[in-house]
């Protein structure tokens, strides 16, 4: 195991409701990523996160938003949920800052069910 | 768990032969390629990694070979054992910290 927890483990919910998702990353590990992967599909990237910012998105919209606390924790929000949302969400962690050297260390994902 | 590729190409293997999975990269700025592995209901799993710079790097059992001229990238499993079987992904990135660009993966199924 890496390390890297996510909570909860499978979620369902409904179109157009709000869903948070959360990740603890390893210990001294202060970069968070979160990437959604379709059934089927490699991960794709959504975003990341260092030292509480957002740094680096790839192409979703903004009713995806995340967060990240002073301990590294992370959250992604997910806003007016949609049907093609239902996917696994990977939290990614890894030392080193955004520049930083380092090997990403992935959580075992949220399953998210959208009907 | 849940299956993490029901529709993607598929390499069937004899315990204790060898594996080789391929991979087609999109970016020629890419710097930093990595191999992951994917059991059903897990995240991925780092495996090897290697930069632009080189062209071949060896781990445990595995080996990377890189071909930039093709944007190439293979993954070789020296004695496959039943522990192999999983989805393999390939991702690339500008760099090692830089957000990761997944290809689309090869499950790898070995048989006994």
């Known amino acids: ?115 | 768990g849940e299956s993490v590729g029901l529709h993607l190409p598929t390499l069937s293997v004899q315990e204790g032969d060898n594996s080789i999975i391929n991979c087609a990269y999109s970016n020629s700025a890419s710097d930093y390629f990595i191999w992951y592995k994917q059991e059903s209901g897990k995240g991925p799993q780092f495996i090897i990694d290697i930069r632009s710079n080189m062209d071949k790097r060896q781990g445990q059992r595995v080996t990377v070979l890189l071909n930039k001229t093709v944007k190439h990238l293979s993954l070789q499993i020296a004695a496959t054992q039943p522990g192999d079987s999983a989805v393999y992904f390939c991702a690339e990135s500008k760099a090692a910290g830089n957000k990761l660009t997944f290809g689309g993966g090869t499950r790898v199924l070995v048989k006994p």
């Open chain 1, 1 to 115: 195991e890496t390390g890297v927890t996510q909570s909860p483990t499978h979620l369902i919910k409904t179109r157009g409701q709000q869903v948070t998702l959360r990740c603890s990353s390893q210990s001294g590990h202060n970069t968070v990523s979160w990437y959604q992967q379709a059934l089927g599909q490699g991960p794709q990237f959504i975003f990341q996160y260092y030292r509480e910012e957002e740094n680096g998105r790839g192409n979703f919209p903004p009713r995806f938003s995340g967060l990240q606390f002073p301990n590294y924790s992370s959250e992604l929000n997910v806003n007016a949920l949609e049907l093609d949302d239902s996917a696994l969400y990977l939290c990614a962690s890894r030392p080193g800052g955004v520049r930083g050297d380092g090997e990403q260390y992935f959580g075992p994902g949220t399953r998210l069910t959208v009907t």
